[in-house]
């Protein structure tokens, strides 16, 4: 069983930048693909980033490919959302995920653990 918490949400302005964190425990870290979702009210939970074992190849929404990036320290248990020149519509809680799956998945249903959520704001 693993155990998933994020942090580093925040209020940004537009074009600003945020660092998530997502500390694993539990399990064995290096073993599982991580993601991470966002859910805006009243929406559906998007697919936003997922990282393989390694740490290697990295997979990203479209609306966010160039301006975000996953990464992975595999010796700290942790995954990372770099987010720069945020928009006021990405505002949403985002959520870590682990997946049990052999290659990274943008289907939620596919990722097996999650976290509570850390929330982001960004106004204009």
């Excluded at 930048?17 to 694993?24: K, V």
């Excluded at 399990?27 to 990282?51: C, H, L, N």
């Excluded at 248990?77 to 943008?106: D, G, H, I």
Aim: net charge positive.
């Amino acid at each position: 069983q693993v155990q998933v918490v994020e942090s580093g949400g925040g209020l940004v302005q537009a074009g600003g930048s945020l660092r998530l964190s997502c500390a694993a425990s539990g399990g064995t870290f290096s073993s599982y693909i991580m993601g991470w979702f966002r859910q805006a009210p009243g929406k559906e939970r998007d697919f936003v980033a997922a990282i393989t074992w390694t740490g290697r190849r990295p997979y990203y929404a479209d609306s966010v490919k160039g301006r975000f990036t996953i990464s992975r320290d595999n010796a700290n248990n942790t995954v990372y959302l770099q987010m720069n020149n945020l928009k006021a519509e990405e505002t949403a809680v985002y959520f870590c995920a682990a997946s049990r799956q052999a290659a990274p998945s943008t289907y939620r249903a596919l990722y097996n653990y999650w976290g509570q959520g850390t929330q982001v704001t960004v106004y204009s």
